[in-house]
């Protein structure tokens, strides 16, 4: 399965821009990702923008131009089966006959009951998942005989604000964005696999942890303008004036600050070994 993911992803890549027209031509790094390989979409002015909100219409013009059905507000109740095969579905005002079914329902990060059954340890958190990932097709292909592998291994995201249960994109670490803890310093490689960093999160102090970028980040990227706008963040001029703001102690943020700096222009960072480096976070304001 990884060899066909790593083998085939170029050609999936070329598929979307030359077949349906999708262009991700921002190439990023994410998680765990000792290069960049992480590739986006960009507006006109070269800004990264939502992969979703960008490429979900395409998709759904590329169906309507194939003749591709969708019909909306017919929640799927049942696998239809005939001699140990799949052979339809039923929907709620629907029969579907096919020669063959794809289940496509997602996962069930929006079930919290079901998450927290299958990982007690997850009992209280948040899920950035949309509402309707509640594991329905899951339960579906059980009824009918399918088996199931590595359910409690559910994946969480080391930053999501969770007043908001939003997800903040690991891109903005990938593109240069640090972690730093509630004393105001960094604890981890923040490029590290989801697992690790968010492990990292949660044994600081309140099990929390502020991302901070900068405008030069900022300017370049619709994502975070659009955190900015939905109030997530705070911003100060000055190191010592956005620890202020945060609540950290602004002698710590400043050696952190001016320690990252120096670390991301030499493009090695002795302290915890990050690889991934795009500019140092000079350019204010800072935001958090």
């Given at each position: 399965l990884v060899t066909t993911l790593a083998e085939g992803s170029a050609a999936a890549i070329d598929w979307l821009e030359n077949t349906i027209g999708a262009e991700l031509h921002s190439v990023g790094s994410f998680g765990g990702a000792s290069?960049?390989?992480?590739?986006?979409?960009?507006?006109a002015e070269g800004k990264i923008i939502s992969m979703g909100s960008y490429i979900v219409p395409i998709l759904e013009q590329a169906c309507i131009d194939n003749g591709v059905e969708i019909l909306f507000n017919a929640p799927v109740t049942e696998i239809l089966m005939a001699d140990g095969k799949a052979i339809g579905v039923k929907a709620e005002g629907y029969t579907v006959n096919a020669r063959s079914v794809v289940l496509a329902t997602g996962g069930f990060g929006a079930n919290l009951n079901m998450v927290t059954q299958l990982k007690p340890e997850l009992d209280g958190f948040v899920t950035t998942n949309a509402p309707s990932i509640t594991g329905d097709g899951i339960k579906m292909a059980q009824a009918v005989g399918a088996a199931t592998v590595d359910m409690d291994q559910i994946q969480i995201h080391p930053t999501v604000e969770q007043t908001t249960s939003a997800l903040i994109t690991e891109g903005l670490r990938g593109d240069g964005a640090i972690l730093v803890n509630a004393e105001g310093y960094r604890f981890c490689d923040e490029v590290g696999t989801r697992d690790a960093v968010s492990a990292a999160v949660l044994a600081q102090t309140g099990g929390y942890a502020w991302l901070i970028v900068d405008q030069r980040m900022v300017d370049a990227s619709n994502v975070i303008t659009g955190y900015i706008s939905k109030g997530y963040t705070v911003q100060g001029k000055s190191p010592a004036e956005l620890a202020g703001v945060m609540g950290v102690p602004e002698t710590a943020l400043t050696e952190t600050m001016d320690k990252w700096n120096?670390?991301?222009?030499?493009?090695?960072?002795?302290?915890?070994?990050?690889?991934?480096?795009?500019?140092?976070?000079?350019?204010?304001p800072l935001y958090a």
């Open positions: 290069v960049k390989r992480i590739h986006r979409p960009i507006n120096r670390a991301a222009a030499a493009r090695t960072d002795a302290e915890f070994g990050r690889t991934s480096f795009s500019w140092p976070l000079d350019t204010t």
